[in-house]
């Protein structure tokens, strides 16, 4: 996962993190519409199209639905027939563009591309990092900024669907790409992910000698 705050979560930004395009096709799924029905009188009273109404889903309900419940098992499918190696590497193909070209975006939103700028919002997450990511910044210098993960909603919901290979690709992957398209001068180092199992994940910044 690419971890920005305000600067690189918007709405359009959080839905395609959250719902990748496979998931779009189940919207009509019981437990949305549940939810989304209670909110949907107050929506129209508000002014506002009933798709905009909180559906009243906690952030872990979120996860399940967007990918426990159709889009873990259909990745799943795809990478029996495909061959799960050429699977996974298509799948760290297609993570690498995106992080590309959200980095590049970006950098050209930010109008700039310095270290301070690429991790700025990690200081100040937006709510709904602090309610997906638990952390704390552990370095913090112009020449190096360094994150230690101890929870992760994306983690610990591709572990529970035993597709933590595929959640490393999607979610993982891309890191190195989006930093690297933001400054090639910059580089992210990381030795270990919650995602294969480990304790935590460290993610470091640094601007290169």
């Known amino acids: 996962m690419i971890v920005k705050g305000s600067s690189g979560s918007t709405r359009r930004q959080f839905l395609t993190r959250v719902l990748p395009a496979g998931t779009l096709v189940c919207l ?13 009188k107050l929506a129209g009273e508000a002014g506002k199209h009933k798709f905009l109404a909180d559906s009243g889903m906690s952030f872990k309900e979120v996860y399940d639905f967007a990918f426990t419940a159709f889009l ?14 050429k699977y996974i590497e298509m799948l760290k193909e297609g ?6 070209r959200f980095g590049q ?6 109008g700039k591309n310095d ?5 700025d919002d990690l200081r100040k997450p937006e709510r709904f990092w602090q309610h997906v990511l638990t952390y704390e910044i552990v370095e913090d210098t112009p020449k190096a900024f360094e994150l230690k993960i101890t929870e992760c909603l994306w983690a610990a919901t591709f572990r529970a669907g035993n597709a933590s290979d595929i959640g490393y ?6 890191d190195y790409a989006a930093i690297q398209a933001f400054n090639p001068n910059l580089e992210m180092i990381r030795t270990k992910t919650l995602m294969q199992g480990d304790a ?3 993610h470091r910044y640094i601007v290169k000698a």
């Not at 098992?73 to 190696?85: C, M, V």
């Open 169 to 174: 690709a999607v979610c993982c992957h891309g």
């Open 28 to 40: 009509g799924c019981g437990p949305l519409l549940a939810t989304g029905q209670a909110q949907e």
């Open 115 to 119: 270290l301070t700028a690429y991790t």
């Open 72 to 85: 873990i098992p259909t990745l799943q499918s795809l990478s029996a027939r495909i061959g799960q190696e």
């Open 95 to 100: 993570a690498e563009d995106e992080a590309r």
């Open 200 to 202: 935590f994940c460290n």
């Open 105 to 110: 975006d970006l950098a050209k939103k930010l």
